[in-house]
Every structure is written in structure tokens, then in C-alpha cells.
């Protein structure tokens, strides 16, 4: 309906489109009106299109050939014909003509200055990559001498054509080796037989050019030809890959062994999309050789970058995977170890530590590949895990000013005081390392350097936060007991005064970090009392009136499980109380606070506390106004929230009943009346209709679903007795929004009987006609079309907006006004 | 040009430099560390001071239970406290010119140097300087007057007893240099010696060199000194800072080119950052209020108090701490707080347009307008009466050997739940706290120090490119605490050079070059002769004149008339005769044109030998001598006059005459 609509304007728009008078719309609502002819593209086929609209071929015709194309237009021209193209039948229709070749040659162009645009060329290849969908289309491109244009666009001053130019080489490779294009009768081999004769000679002439570029002496070139090799690798299958791989291997060693600077992280990027083939298992394919060759003795700068790699890889020959792991662990040791291992480091290694830059660039590599390896809990061999863990430590001290063990590194040493980058990227290494249990007895060390960090003045607030994430990893791995002294001794004097800090990402991190620990650990007795023993948990309520709304949010979430835990022990006595104090707080937060996120947070905590199962008595006095007050904020998220918190309680409410007096005997439909009573007290059902009538939609939708869900739970339910649950709809907005609904309802079915010439005394319609006060819940649901609501809530708000159509009504408008301004100029 | 160090002391400098024909003494800082040997001077009877053990050595041979008393293990001086001054022996200090003061810290001991030494010279410093630094002379005088001692201590200082003295007694040095405090009195002569100078103003002495102080962004009025004849410039750089605080930011580009920069001055703690002390300070302030505590801060009344009003002020607020009362307590609180925001012009330009709102530039006027922070002159009085806890006090001295913290120490001292906070950086804070052992009271050592550190003066020293840099020795080598900390010296090219107390330093640069002026009628009777592109030359006959550092190069006088009278007149008094001078020569002689025009007059046997110099022409017939050369012509020719003078004839047709 909506596309025959937008054909109907196709016409014109493709005047203006072709009209060189008009300045071209701009491009996204060229890209757009591309979008539009690939989904139609998609859903029928070309021939159809083109059928129908004899326009489109004029359109295209004429802008190849008016003298004064713009190169927007033309571009969008190729675009759409390469789509148009596509099936077989519009190939045949565009190329009867000669339409096809007039197009894709650009001799035949009206203007040949045009292919100077890289816009023109941008939009040659994106048309010829979208008509690659057949034999045919190959076949034109062969035809034509199309493929040597495309090795040439492949350097390209642009980098977008330069990029299109070897998508399109691949996707070219690819289609020739598509099931259509191959032997059916050979399909079991792989080799290069069972590529067709012809398609042989195409990806010969493609792969001959790769060879023939990586051989070359020309830098930019060579980069290029890189590039296609590692995209061939990763997305083209067999024959292609491996035939081509055989091709490049010499040129490819040449390039390795030269190690040139400037290609490596190019190179890199081909052995890194080599080693994720099957290459890498095929010893004739010299991957793992060629991999060995760009490490090197371990003394050449790149060697580390591509040891970086290796060490990341997942299916790599462990003896490698060693090799790069002794270069990658190298500067680490270096500069944090004793001066034994002195002796073997090498120059390169040497210079690059002592220049700042580059020894950080090291450092943060080795302790970042680490840091991974350590995540998926790789066994390391060669090297101790402790000495390892050691080496992070000291170089942690060393960031924060401590004396290095030897005075070699000195300058080093220098480099490395107060910088941040290597602070965090260590803390993160030294967090992962906690996974392995031969680190146990580093405990007190590591815990000494996480807990210097805290009490330095001088940590930034993001070494901070990386501290904090350390230190929750050590104490969740590490046995208890021993820690209980370290966290009520040496912690939480540390967090009390980081909750005074000056910064508020401080403040908050702490709050978020003492979040995080409470909830790892509240099953553990030791911990929770010592949070409560320690004074910590006053000065978490105190933070609940910090002066910065985030701060106070993350208090919010503290609290929650403060008070959580607690009641997991339920040994403590102070449960109540604090309980208690929470719930006044956390009110006052909620109807007074000015900022969203602490409201968000208090309504997200009474979610949580309800979704556990110890606290649902002691909530209930202050649910009903948590969900008054959470429905009427002005804060859309806290309305989302709260309505998340309705659901739970529903579900709560509705699955095991908790309120209900359980009376033996009492049926189904009697407890769920009850819930429904219960629901009506707590004022839910207020806040899902209001929800419902809300100016922000997702909590419209939301609430939609919550209803719909309820309607069902009725509907199920049989003998319901609607007088039991019946909503006075007077005086609130929901309310008129049901009466008027009702009455339009009343009205439409009198105006029928009228028709029907029924007249007599309904009681329905006598009723009907006034404004009535009471309705029961059943009712109401009903009166609303919840299923035609929510089928126009999921449309997204600008689906009006972004239709096809008012692209081409904005085309047409923009063509008209244009016009008019002109006449206004004269 | 010499200069003459009178301290050692990195911060607190007093050096004489000598430029020229002038002698400038360079601050005048006060060592008041010395003070820390000496038991506090309590403002009310302490029973606790009171009644400590007097000394007695070991075998009972020494007795000074009347000067020394034992507290914790460690010997106090039981005395009015005492300084340790510049060293007057180096130099005549009656000699010295004048004095540039770079800040107020920096000028403690000036009565010690301007009184009673036969100064007679000018004192230059900026207003605040001034100001703020009487205030703290005052406030030093009324500390130590309001506790007067009837004796002063000195048997210990003879250098046989101090000998087997125990701890850092033992091992004070100079102790007989030592002063008790100036009065009152003292202090105003010296400052009536002062003459304000303003930012950039050019200060000429004596017509010899020109003295200008620029901002150095360290406290309020605080500068650095340009001193420059016309062709050498010397940078005294001392106490600057480059952070955004109070004072106006820091003047760099004035001093560049200079050939000497006396760098004085750092920050005396480089490890700690001044914005993570002044959080430290901030978190263990709330720490301590939020559990019942109480704070002391002991500082100095003026400088970085107003930053850490400000901090406390926007800090109270966040961290629901509003209601807690401080106290300045200071005989000079008042005036300090009101100076601060009179000197607008010295201020920040965020301050300085706050002025024109019209607003205070501080916001200390609003704590204490709405009754936050309250200022008393002491503990008597006032503030006994409306003192409210937990609080937080604000006050001096901060060597807690006098003035009113004294008190608080003695107040607080036994409770856990108060905190000390120190943030001056000039006194250890462990022998601050020694004659207080023990002490229950929470100790938090956050100094804030905001002049220069290593990394910023070593970028303004590649930004400025001074010749020579002289420092004092220790900012030559790490710390002795942190040996390996490299970071934490100058590392320059050349190396800086070090001076300590008592060394005389020979500048290294020589004056080359002294400024004349050419009278305009003499400059117009010149005759410039152009010897080579762009370069003439002419010759002057002129009498030089030179007063009060000035030369001027005037026509030589006309011989006057010879008057008709028949006396004769001395032959002293008559005018020097003036004789036209032979014309100067210049140019070179080249040898084969020269031979050329030898061969032309006649002369044909010349035998030309190479010499290092030139050559050597031997005119064979007529055994004559010629010896060209690059600055010399000789002829050396026997009893033949008039061939010697037609040579020279020849050799003069290739010079130039001027």
C-alpha cells in the first residue's frame, strides 16, 4: 500500500533527480532512496520494477549522457542500476538497449570528467558490486575489460575507493567459486580444476595482480595488495584462498624478512587473518614460519607488535605461543626484575625503555596481553605464575614512586612515576592475575601495593576505580578468614575516608566498589558483620545525602545491599533498625531529590529487595507510595522503573500470594480476587492506567503489556466477581481518557440499533449515554483496545516521518520551492 | 660580579650579589626551624610542661635542670625561642645598597640586617609584601612577648657541655649565632625602610642597573627580580609558583635571555602534589567532624590559609558538613582576612573581576558574614565564650612552639577523636610534635606547597634558556630520604651551579661591553668611511665624561682665545693642544700586485719567501727588507731614507685611509 503509493511518485522525483537545473538533494536522502529500491529490490524482483516503471531506464539514460550531470546524481545512478541489474531479467533489460554498457563505460558518459569525482567512483563499484549477483553480470564485467579498471581503482587516491575497490575484487572471487559457477561433477576436489575454465582465467588475472603488486618496489602499492590478501583470507573460501596463498608466499617472505617498518602492522593483520585458516595446519603453507620469521631473535621493534598477536591467538603451535610469550613478558621483566637477567636484554629493547613514549607503549603491551592471557587462565610454562605476579607488583611500586630493585633502570624509572596509563593497565593485569591459586601466598603483598594506591593522595580517580575493581577480585578469589583483618583493619579506614573525598568520581566509585564487594559476599557472615561492626554502614546512610546526584545513587545502591546482606545473617540485630532508617531516607530521595538517577536508584532497590524473598513484609507500608510517587515523577526511567517494580510485585503477588490469608480450601480464583484486592490497596492499578495515557512511550508500552497481561489473567479466570474490583474513574486523566472511550462505545452501538430501528428501553443504552462513575476492572480492560494500543506503540515514534514517502514528497517539495525562490529572485 | 651567600637554607634565602658597582642583597629569609629545640611557650599555665624533669647527664657531671628539660626521651631548651639568622661575618652588610624583597616569607629577618648594622641603604618590596609581612612580624612579636621568660638559656650553647648533650641537641650547629626575637619597635624602623614598587616597574640604581620585580604567582604581591645593566641581565627567581590560586599568575617571559638565574625557591616537598594534599586535607577534615572530632590546623595566618578557606567553603556544603564552626585565631586574623580583599590589583584575574561585580574576591566574607568562620585575636576573651565543638581552628604557629595552637595541643592532645592537620611544609611534623608525646590525637601530614616543582622548573628553564643557573646544593641531588628519585634534582647542561651557606661564587660571565653616549654635535662632525658592506668606521677625538654611572663622549672644548692680557698663565691650565691625527689605515697589502707595482717603479730582483704570517719580500739590489703580514707592515731598510719613503708610498697606494 505504502510502496504503491511512493511508485506513484516515482515519476516526478525521477525528473527532478535527472533535471541538471535542480541542485541534487543531499546525500542521505539519496542513500536513503537507495535503501528504499534494495528493500523493494528484495522483495520482488528488478524485472517487475523496471517493467512498471519505464521511467527509472529514462532516468538513467538521460543523466549518463546530459553534458551536465552532477556527481551526486550519477553516482546514485550507477548505484541504483548495479541494483537494478541485479536479476537476470533487469540485466537483460537494461543491456538490450545498450543501457548497461552505456552506464558501466565510462567513454560513453556525457561527461568523462566525471570519473575525476571519487564519488562517481565510489558509486561505479558500489554498482557494480550490488549487479554481481550472476553469471551474466561476470560475464559483462569480463567483457568490457571492467576487471583491469577495477585492479587500478584498487590504489585509489581515495582510501573509500581504494577499500570498495577490493571489496568488490573479493566478492568477485567469491562468486566465482559459488556453487553455480563450479563443476557440479568436481565439487569434492578443491583444487583450481574445479573452477570452470573461465573463471579460471578471471581469478588468475586477479591473483596475477596481487602477486605482481606485492613483488613491486611501490610502497602504497604493495599496502594495498596486503590489504586484498588479508580480506581473500578472511572471507573467500577454497580453491581462492589457498591458490592465492601459494602465489603470495614468496613475495610475502621477502616482505617479512626486509621487516619494513611501515607494512608491519599490515603484515601482521594478513598472518593474523592467515592463522584464523586451516593454512595454519598445513605445514607447505609456511604460516607458522612466516609468523616465526616476523618475531624474529626478539630484537627488532615489531617483534613485539607481532608477538602481541600471537599471543592472542587461540589455535597457535605452542612452541610460538612460547617464543612470543618470552618477548612480550620481556619489558615487563626488564625493568622490574633483578639484574641477572640483565645481560640478555637486548639493544633495541634497551633504547626503547628509556625514551618515555615507547616504554610505555611496551609496558602497557606486555602487562595488556597478560591481562588476557591470565582472563582465559592460560598455563604458563617457562615462566613462574608467581614471578610473574611479582614482577606487576613491583612495577605498580615503581608508578608510585618506589625505589626499583636495581638502580639499572633508573631512567626507566623516571618515566614510569605517577603515569596513569601503566597504574591502570597494571591494576588490571594484577586484578586478572588473581585467578590463578599458586598466587595465594602473594596475597599480603598484592593487597599492601592495591591498598598504597587507595590511601596515595595523588591516585587519579580512574587508577582509583581500577584499584577498587584489583582489590574486589583478590578479596572474592582469596580465602576468607585471613582477610576479615585486612578488610576491617586496613579497608574500610581506607573507604571511609575515600567517601569524604573531594572528587565526586571518587566518592562514587567507592560507593559502587562497596556495592559490588557486599553483594560477592553476602553469604558470609564474617564480612556483613564487619560491615556492620566497622561503622561502615553509618557512613553509607550519611552518604545518602551527598551533595552530587550520582554519588547519592550509587549510596542508594549501597544501601540496598548493605541492607540485603543483613538480612541474609539474620543473626544481626540491628536489621530492623536499619531497615528502618533506609526507608526514610530512601522516601525522602524519593519525593524530594532533584536529580533522576538517585529516584532511579530507590525504586530499582525496592525492586530488588522485593525480588528476595526476606524483605516483602517489611516493604508492604511503604510500597503504595513508592508506586504513586515512582508513576508520577517526571523522569521517564523512573516511571520505567517503577513499572518494573509493579511487575514484580504482580508476579510476586500472583504466583505464591503472600498477603492472602491462606485458608485451606480457598479456591484459585478466590486468591487471585484477593491479589487483585491487594494490588487495587497498593494503587497499581492507578499507576498502570496512567502509565498507559503517558507522554513518553516506552512506559506507555510497558504499562500496555503489564495490562495485557492482567486482561489475560481475568480473562482466564472465570467466575470472577467483578463487584468485587470495581475503579472509580472520575476525577483523574485515565479515568476521562476510559469514560470518553466508553461513551464513544455506547454511542457507535445506539447509532446501530438506530439504524437497525431498534428502538425500546435498553438498560445498556440508557446508562450508556451517561457519565457514569464506578467500573469494574474487567470492564475497563476491555473499554480499552489494548491490543490496537500496543500495535501502535511499537511503531517507533518517527515512523511517519521516516517513510519512503515523505523522502520523495521532501524531494519533490524541496524541487518546488527551489523553483518558486528562483521566480522570487527575478 | 660575585655573590655572597649568607643561607643555606633553599627556601628561605639571603644572598648578596654584587653587580657593577652595586651591592644588592637578594631576601632576607628567617630559619625559625631552630625554634624546635626550645619548649613550647604555653599561653595558660600547663601543669603538664610545668612540671617535666629538668637535664642532668648520666654521671650527674652537667647540670642543667634550669635550661634543659626532658620530654619523651627528648631534651628541650626551656627558653624564649630562638633563630637562626643570615650570616652577618661573609660581608660589611653596612655596604649593601639595597634589598629586594621577593615575598613576605621571605623577609623574617629583616630587622636583624637593617638595625643595628650600619645598614643605610633602601629596602624595595611590593605592597602586600609589605603589608602581610608586617602582619606576620607582628603576629611573631606578639607570640613571644605575651609569654615573657625571665632568663634566656645559654650555658648549654658552650660548645663543651653541647657536646655531650643528647639527640639533635647535640648536633645543632651555630647555636651561638642564635637571636631571640626582635621587638616591636625594631620592626618598624626596618620597615620604614621599605619603598613600594609595583609589577614591572623599572627601579634605577645608581644609574649602574636597573632592578624590576614581575609577579612570581606564589602569594600575594610575590615577585621574582630582573637586575640588568644594559648588556647583562641577571634573574632572581624565588618562590614562584604556576598554579591557579590566589596570587596573580607567574611572569615568564621577562625572563628569558638572561645571562645568570639565581634559582631559589622550590617547593620543599616535590612528592606531594598540592591537589592531593588539599583532598587528603578535605576528606580527613570531614572524617574527623563526621565523627565528633576536632581539627587543628596549624598555620601561618597569611598565603595558603585563604586557599584552604575557599577549598572548605564550596567543600562544608558537599559534604553536609555546614554547620560546623571555624576559628582564625590570630592577633593579626582580622587584618589578614580584610587585606586579602583590598589587594585586588595583585589578585588572579577570576579574583580581580569579581571586584568589579562589586564582589569580595574571597569568599571568606561570606563565611564570616554568615557567622562559618569566625576570627578572634586570641583565646582570651571572645572566643572562650562562644567557642563551640567539634570545630575547626585555624591557627599559628605552626612549629607549636608558640602562639595560641599551643593550647590546642595541650586541649585536644589526649583525645583519639581530634586530628591535627599540618599543612605548612616548612617544620617536620614529628619534631613539631615531640615535646607533645604522648598524644592520642590523629596526626595528618598533608603540606601543601605550591611553588615550583622539578618537572615545572625544568620546562621553564628549556623555555627561558638562561646561560648559568645558580642554585642551592640541594637541588643539585635527589633527597637524601629518596636516592634514587632523579627526577627530583636539576639535571641541566651546563650543570647548575651549587652554593651553600657562607659561599662566594664568582659569576661566571665577564662584562665586555659598557654603554656611551655621543653628544649630537659631536656625532654630526663624524665622517663615517664605509670599509666594507654595511660596516663605517669613522674616528672620534672627544673627552669622556662618566658620572653617576653615566658615560658621555662630549666635543673637545675650542681652545678659548688667548686673552690679551701679558700674564702668562699656567702651563697647567691651558687646553691640551689639539693635533689633527694621523688618518688610520686599513686593508691588505696583496702580494702580487704589489710585486707588480715594484717591477713598474724599477724594482726588479725580488725574492718572495712564505712566511706563517704572510711573506717575506727581500729586495735582492737594494737590501731592503719587506715584511707583509696580516696586521703588520715592516719595511727594514738601512740609511736609505728616500727609498724607505718611496716604499711606503707604494704600500700606501693599496690601504685605505679613514
Known amino acids: 500500500m505504502m510502496d504503491s503509493e511512493c511508485l506513484s511518485l516515482l515519476p516526478a522525483v525521477c525528473l527532478v533527480l535527472a533535471d541538471p537545473k535542480q541542485s541534487p538533494p543531499d546525500d542521505t536522502s539519496l542513500e536513503k532512496l537507495l535503501d528504499w529500491f534494495k528493500a523493494l529490490h528484495s522483495q520482488s524482483n528488478g524485472q517487475v520494477l523496471l517493467q512498471h516503471q519505464p521511467c527509472l531506464l529514462e532516468f538513467i539514460s538521460s543523466v549518463c549522457t546530459s553534458k551536465t550531470t552532477d556527481p551526486a546524481i550519477l553516482s546514485f545512478t550507477l548505484n541504483l542500476t548495479g541494483l537494478l541489474a541485479a536479476t537476470t531479467q533487469g540485466f537483460h533489460l537494461l543491456d538490450e538497449g545498450g543501457l548497461l554498457a552505456c552506464v558501466f563505460e565510462r567513454e560513453a558518459w556525457g561527461v568523462c570528467d566525471l570519473w575525476e569525482d571519487a564519488s562517481v567512483r565510489s558509486g561505479w563499484l558500489q554498482g557494480l558490486l550490488n549487479m554481481l549477483k550472476h553469471q551474466q553480470a561476470l560475464d559483462f564485467m569480463c567483457g568490457n575489460g571492467l576487471i583491469k579498471v577495477i585492479l587500478q581503482l584498487q590504489n585509489d587516491r581515495s582510501l573509500f575507493v581504494a577499500c570498495l575497490a577490493n571489496q568488490l575484487l573479493v566478492h568477485i572471487l567469491n562468486f566465482l567459486t559459488s556453487s553455480n559457477m563450479t563443476n557440479e561433477s568436481d565439487v569434492v576436489g578443491s583444487s583450481e580444476s574445479s573452477l570452470r575454465p573461465d573463471c579460471v582465467l578471471v581469478s588468475s588475472e586477479i591473483m596475477n595482480a596481487v602477486v605482481e603488486v606485492l613483488s613491486s618496489e611501490d610502497h602504497p602499492q604493495v599496502l594495498q595488495g596486503l590489504r586484498l590478501l588479508s580480506l581473500v583470507l578472511s572471507q573467500c573460501g577454497e580453491p581462492i584462498r589457498s591458490t592465492l596463498w601459494k602465489d603470495v608466499l614468496v613475495p610475502l617472505e621477502v616482505l617479512v624478512n626486509r621487516g619494513s617498518e611501515s607494512l608491519i602492522q599490515t603484515l601482521i593483520t594478513v598472518l593474523e587473518a592467515a592463522v584464523r585458516t586451516p593454512l595454519l595446519s598445513q605445514s607447505e603453507h609456511k604460516v607458522e ?127 614510569l612515576i605517577g603515569c596513569c596509563k601503566v597504574q591502570r593497565c597494571g591494576l588490571d593485569t594484577l586484578g586478572a592475575l588473581s585467578v590463578y591459586e599458586e598466587n595465594l601466598d602473594l596475597r599480603m603483598n598484592v593487597f599492601g601495593v592495591l591498598l598504597d594506591y587507595l590511601q596515595s593522595p595523588d591516585s587519579h580517580a580512574t587508577v582509583l576505580k581500577k584499584t577498587f575493581q584489583a582489590v574486589k577480585r583478590w578479596i572474592v578469589c582469596s580465602p576468607f578468614p585471613d582477610l576479615l583483618q585486612f578488610i576491617s583493619h586496613d579497608l574500610f579506614p581506607v573507604l571511609e575516608k575515600r567517601m569524604c573525598d573531594l572528587r565526586w568520581e571518587v566518592r562514587d566509585s567507592t560507593l559502587e566498589f562497596i556495592t559490588q564487594l557486599t553483594a560477592a559476599l553476602n553469604d558470609n557472615s564474617g564480612f556483613t558483620e564487619a560491615l556492620h561492626t566497622s561503622g561502615m554502614v553509618s ?288 | 660580579m660575585k655573590l655572597y651567600c649568607l643561607s643555606g637554607h633553599p627556601t628561605l634565602p639571603c644572598n648578596v650579589l654584587k653587580f657593577k658597582s652595586t651591592t644588592i642583597m637578594l631576601d632576607c629569609g628567617l630559619d625559625t626551624t631552630a625554634a624546635l629545640y626550645f619548649l613550647p611557650l604555653p599561653l595558660v599555665h600547663s601543669p603538664r610542661l610545668s612540671k617535666l624533669p629538668g637535664w642532668v647527664s648520666k654521671d650527674g657531671a652537667i647540670n642543667l635542670e634550669k635550661e634543659l628539660k626532658e620530654c619523651s626521651g627528648r631534651v628541650f631548651v626551656d627558653s624564649q625561642p630562638e633563630f637562626c639568622l643570615p650570616e652577618k661575618e661573609l660581608l660589611d652588610l653596612s655596604t649593601i645598597d639595597v634589598i629586594l624583597i621577593s615575598n613576605y616569607h621571605c623577609m623574617m629577618a629583616l630587622p636583624y640586617i637593617t638595625e643595628h648594622t650600619g645598614f643605610t641603604g633602601t629596602v624595595y618590596a611590593t605592597e602586600p609584601t609589605l603589608q602581610i609581612g608586617r602582619l606576620l612580624m607582628e603576629e611573631l612579636v606578639t607570640f613571644m612577648e605575651r609569654v615573657p621568660k625571665a632568663h634566656a638559656a645559654t650555658c648549654w650553647k658552650n660548645k663543651e657541655i653541647q657536646r655531650l648533650l643528647p639527640g639533635p641537641l647535640k648536633d645543632a650547629v651555630d647555636v651561638w649565632s642564635w637571636r631571640k626575637c626582635y621587638s616591636m619597635q625594631e620592626v618598624n624602623s626596618a620597615l620604614s625602610k621599605v619603598q613600594l614598587v609595583g609589577y614591572s616597574q623599572k627601579v634605577e640604581l645608581f644609574g649602574a642597573v636597573q632592578v624590576t620585580p614581575l609577579s612570581s604567582g606564589y602569594s600575594l604581591g610575590s615577585s621574582n627580580w630582573i637586575i640588568q645593566s644594559h648588556y647583562e641581565k641577571v634573574s632572581y627567581v624565588s618562590g614562584s609558583s604556576l598554579l591557579t590560586t590566589h596570587p596573580q599568575p607567574m611572569e615568564q617571559s621577562s625572563l628569558k635571555n638572561s645571562d645568570v ?93 569579581k571586584v568589579y561585580l562589586p564582589e569580595p574576591p574571597f569568599p571568606h566574607a561570606e563565611l564570616i558574614q554568615t557567622n562559618k568562620l569566625k576570627h578572634y585575636p586570641s583565646i582570651h576573651g571572645d572566643f572562650s565564650s562562644e567557642f563551640r565543638q567539634p570545630c575547626v581552628v585555624f591557627t599559628g604557629h605552626p612549629s607549636l612552639r608558640f602562639g595560641d595552637v599551643v593550647h590546642f595541643m595541650e586541649l585536644w592532645g589526649k583525645s583519639s577523636l581530634n586530628t591535627i592537620i599540618f599543612t605548612e611544609p616548612d617544620f617536620s611534623y614529628l619534631d613539631a610534635l615531640a615535646p607533645y608525646q604522648p598524644l592520642a590525637m590523629k596526626c595528618v601530614y598533608c603540606p601543601i606547597d605550591t611553588r615550583l616543582n622539578f618537572h615545572q622548573v625544568s620546562k621553564l628553564l628549556k623555555d627561558i634558556q638562561p646561560l648559568h643557573v645558580v642554585c642551592p646544593e640541594p637541588y643539585t641531588q635527589p633527597p637524601p630520604a629518596q636516592p634514587h628519585r632523579s627526577d627530583l634534582m636539576l639535571e641541566l647542561q651546563p650543570p647548575p651551579m651549587a652554593y651553600r651557606r657562607c659561599s662566594v661564587l664568582g659569576l661566571p660571565f665577564r662584562r665586555r661591553y659598557e654603554r656611551i653616549h655621543l653628544l649630537p654635535e659631536l656625532a654630526r662632525s663624524l665622517v663615517p668611511s664605509e670599509i666594507k658592506a654595511g660596516v663605517s668606521v669613522a674616528t672620534v677625538s672627544a673627552v669622556l665624561q662618566s658620572k653617576d654611572n653615566k658615560h658621555v663622549l662630549q666635543p673637545v672644548p675650542k681652545p678659548a682665545p688667548v686673552p690679551p692680557s701679558k700674564k702668562r698663565k699656567r702651563v697647567m691650565e691651558e687646553p691640551p693642544e689639539v693635533l689633527n691625527p694621523k688618518p688610520l689605515l686599513s686593508g691588505a697589502v696583496p702580494l702580487e700586485p704589489f710585486l707588480a707595482m715594484l717591477h713598474k717603479n724599477g724594482i726588479t730582483e725580488v725574492k718572495v719567501e712564505e712566511t706563517a704570517d704572510g711573506h717575506i719580500l727581500h729586495l735582492q739590489t737594494e737590501d731592503v727588507l719587506i715584511q707583509l703580514e696580516e696586521d703588520a707592515t715592516h719595511i727594514i731598510c738601512d740609511n736609505n731614507e728616500p727609498l724607505r719613503t718611496a716604499l711606503r708610498d707604494l704600500v700606501l697606494r693599496f690601504l685605505q685611509k679613514l
Open chain 1, 289 to 415: 614460519e612466516l609468523l616465526e620469521a616476523m618475531l624474529g631473535d626478539g630484537n627488532r621493534k615489531e617483534c613485539f607488535q607481532c608477538a602481541a598477536l600471537i599471543v592472542k591467538l587461540e589455535k597457535c603451535p605452542e612452541v610460538l605461543k612460547r617464543k612470543a610469550m618470552d618477548i612480550i613478558m620481556f619489558p615487563l621483566q626488564c625493568v622490574s626484575t633483578q639484574p641477572q637477567a640483565e645481560k640478555e636484554i637486548n639493544v633495541v629493547l634497551k633504547e626503547q625503555l628509556s625514551q618515555k613514549a615507547s616504554c610505555i607503549s611496551l609496558l602497557m603491551q606486555s602487562l595488556s596481553s597478560l591481562a588476557q592471557l591470565a582472563h582465559a587462565k592460560y598455563l604458563f610454562e617457562d615462566i613462574s605464575i608467581h614471578s610473574i605476579t611479582s614482577s606487576v607488583v613491583l612495577l605498580l611500586r615503581m608508578c608510585s614512586g618506589h625505589c626499583p630493585s636495581s638502580l639499572l633502570h633508573i631512567n626507566t624509572f623516571t618515566h
Open chain 1, 539 to 826: 557512613v553509607l546512610l550519611s552518604s545518602l545525602a551527598d551533595a552530587e546526584g550520582y554519588v547519592r545513587a550509587s549510596a542508594v545502591a549501597a544501601v540496598r545491599e548493605a541492607v540485603t546482606a543483613s538480612f541474609h545473617q539474620t543473626v544481626l540485630v540491628s536489621n530492623s533498625k536499619l531497615l528502618e532508617e533506609a526507608l526514610v531516607q530512601m522516601m525522602a530521595i524519593l519525593s524530594q531529590d532533584t536529580e533522576g538517577f538517585p529516584r532511579r536508584a530507590v525504586v530499582q532497590t525496592f525492586t530488588s529487595w522485593l525480588k528476595g524473598s526476606h524483605l516483602v513484609t517489611a516493604l508492604e507500608s511503604s510500597l503504595s507510595s513508592v508506586l504513586s510517587l515512582g508513576g508520577n515523577d517526571f523522569d521517564w526511567e523512573v516511571k520505567m522503573h517503577t513499572l518494573e517494580l509493579a511487575e514484580v510485585l504482580m508476579e510476586k503477588t500472583l504466583t505464591c500470594c503472600p498477603y492472602a490469608v491462606q485458608n485451606f480450601g480457598s479456591s484459585e480464583e478466590t486468591r487471585f480476587t484477593q491479589a487483585l484486592i491487594k494490588f487495587k490497596d497498593f494503587g497499581l492499578f492507578d499507576l498502570l492506567f496512567n502509565s498507559l495515557f503517558d507522554c513518553d512511550r516506552p512506559v506507555c508500552e510497558r504499562a500496555c503489556a503489564l495490562l495485557v497481561k492482567l486482561r489475560t489473567l481475568t480473562a482466564e479466570t472465570a467466575d470472577l466477581d467483578h463487584s468485587v474490583l470495581v475503579l472509580n474513574v472520575c476525577g483523574n486523566r485515565w479515568g476521562d481518557e476510559v469514560q470518553r472511550r466508553y461513551l464513544n462505545k455506547q454511542q457507535a452501538k445506539a447509532s446501530v440499533c438506530v439504524t437497525n430501528g431498534v428502538t425500546g428501553s435498553d438498560d445498556g443504552m440508557d446508562c450508556g449515554l451517561y457519565c457514569i462513575k464506578d467500573i469494574s476492572l474487567p470492564k475497563i480492560l476491555q473499554i480499552l483496545d489494548l491490543d490496537d494500543m500496543q500495535r501502535m506503540l511499537m511503531l517507533s515514534s518517527d515512523h511517519v516521518v521516516n517513510s519512503p514517502r515523505s523522502l520523495m514528497e521532501d524531494i519533490l517539495s524541496a524541487a518546488q520551492q527551489s523553483e518558486e525562490n528562483i521566480v522570487d529572485c527575478y
Open chain 2, 261 to 353: 638565574l639565581i634559582l631559589t625557591g622550590l617547593t620543599q616537598i616535590p612528592t606531594a602534589n598540592p591537589d592531593g594534599m588539599l583532598g587528603e586535607f578535605c576528606s580527613n577534615l570531614a572524617m574527623t567532624i563526621r565523627a565528633g572530632g576536632n581539627v587543628l590546623v596549624p598555620c601561618y595566618s597569611s598565603g595558603v590559609i585563604y586557599d584552604l578557606l575557599e577549598c572548605l567553603y564550596q567543600f562544608m556544603d558537599s559534604a553536609n558538613l555546614g554547620t560546623t564552626p571555624f576559628y582564625f585565631i590570630s592577633p593579626v586574623a582580622n587584618s589578614s582576612l580584610e587585606f586579602s580583599q583590598i589587594f585586588a590589583e595583585w589578585l588572579c584575574q577570576n579574583k580581580q573581576s
